[in-house]
């Protein structure tokens, strides 16, 4: 299994990103996928969730509004659209597999870097 992140950097505050996560070694379609955060000083923070299909979708509250979730199947990747509204998005966006269904995260990508600053 791996996974590939892509697409950080510096953004501005009202400003949008889209990060990539490239899967591979596994049938991407079958499994739950989530991303991540890590910001400065901070643990680990579970943002978003998607299903296998991409139908259904769960957001951590703090992100409702703000950032979106959504996979293509046929290229194997996963993404997340965020618009930053606030340098509090800035942090280590990690792309992971989940288990069995929404089950427990059991494969991490390496990180990719979002800094939210003017």
């Known amino acids: 299994v791996q996974l590939v992140e892509s697409g950080g950097g510096l953004v501005q505050p009202g400003g949008s990103l889209r990060l990539s996560c490239a899967a591979s070694g596994f049938t991407f379609s079958m499994n739950y996928m989530s991303w991540v955060r890590q910001a400065p000083g901070r643990g680990l923070e579970w943002l978003l969730v998607?299903?296998?299909?991409?139908?259904?979708?769960n957001y951590e509250d703090s992100v409702r509004g703000g950032f979106t979730i959504s996979r293509n199947t046929a290229k194997n990747t996963l993404y997340l659209q965020m618009n930053s509204r606030n340098p509090r998005n800035t942090g280590l966006y990690y792309c992971a597999r989940n288990g069995t269904g929404w089950g427990k995260i059991n494969y991490w990508g390496q990180g990719t870097q979002v800094t939210v600053s003017s």
């Open positions: 998607i299903n296998g299909d991409g139908g259904r979708t």
